[in-house]
């Protein structure tokens, strides 16, 4: 089983950038496919974003990211990225990574289990 913790998260005004980190521990990495998610206060935990278990792999993107964030993976250094440019106000929100599998038309995290996040803030 891997253990994840993301990293990265921090104040920024609306129109900047942040890459989140989701460093993960165990050989077994490069066999999950991979995903972020975010709750954003008073709100429930939706799906970010998604890639193939292999580096360079598909990725999938819900419709209010799309065009501004990128996900990717490194599996030798274990880790995944989320890169977020262009951010908006309503991208404030802790941020976790899992390992998913697919959902329907979207992707659930496998183990329904999560991290502690980090938080990102945009102000307006």
């Known amino acids: 089983q891997v253990q994840l913790v993301e990293s990265g998260g921090g104040l920024v005004q609306a129109g900047g950038n942040l890459r989140l980190s989701c460093a993960a521990s165990?050989?077994?990495?490069?066999?999950?496919?991979m995903g972020w998610f975010r709750q954003a206060p008073g709100k429930e935990r939706e799906f970010v974003a998604a890639i193939s278990f292999w580096s360079g792999g598909t990725t999938y993107y819900a419709d209010s990211v799309k065009g501004r964030f990128t996900i990717s993976r490194d599996n030798a250094k274990s880790t995944m990225y989320l890169q977020m440019n262009s951010l908006k106000p309503e991208d404030t929100a802790v941020y976790y990574c899992?390992?998913?599998?697919?959902?329907?038309?979207?992707?659930?995290?496998?183990?329904?289990?999560w991290g502690q996040g980090t938080l990102v803030t945009i102000s307006s």
């Open positions: 899992a390992t998913v599998v697919r959902s329907g038309d979207s992707w659930r995290n496998a183990l329904d289990a």
């Open positions: 165990g050989r077994t990495f490069s066999t999950y496919a």
